[in-house]
């Protein structure tokens, strides 16, 4: 099966800048639609950003829009979220996934998840 790594988040002060990286495992990375999702302490999770498989269609949560960019590079089979701009109601652990179905944004239309990173915005 697909396995979903995810990397790059950390501690980032209000303001700054993280870039997360989602790196998937096998060769047919390139017929999946990819999306991250977060969730929060106590929270669902929920919606960010999703990417169709040529890359050429991106979907973001009103939330971040104009602030975070989903980009994929198939030749690596690698998934990418720059968020600029962080909050502190960023704060949550990122997912990325994997879609054979097209581009959801509900958790259920994702057919593999990663394990997840933390990403903490302090004020």
């Known amino acids: 099966q697909v396995q979903l790594v995810e990397s790059g988040g950390g501690l980032v002060l209000a303001g700054g800048s993280l870039r997360l990286s989602c790196a998937a495992s096998?060769?047919?990375?390139?017929?999946?639609?990819m999306a991250w999702f977060r969730q929060a302490p106590g929270k669902e999770r929920d919606f960010v950003a999703a990417?169709?498989?040529?890359?050429?269609?991106?979907y973001y949560a009103e939330s971040v829009k104009g602030r975070f960019t989903i980009s994929r590079d198939n030749g690596k089979n690698t998934m990418y979220l720059h968020m600029n701009s962080l909050k502190p109601d960023d704060t949550a652990v990122y997912y990325c996934?994997?879609?054979?179905?097209?581009?959801?944004?509900?958790?259920?239309?994702?057919?593999?998840w990663g394990q997840g990173t933390q990403v903490t915005v302090s004020s």
């Open positions: 996934a994997a879609s054979a179905q097209g581009v959801r944004k509900s958790p259920s239309g994702y057919d593999y």
């Open positions: 096998e060769l047919t990375f390139y017929n999946y639609c």
């Open positions: 990417i169709g498989w040529s890359g050429a269609r991106t």
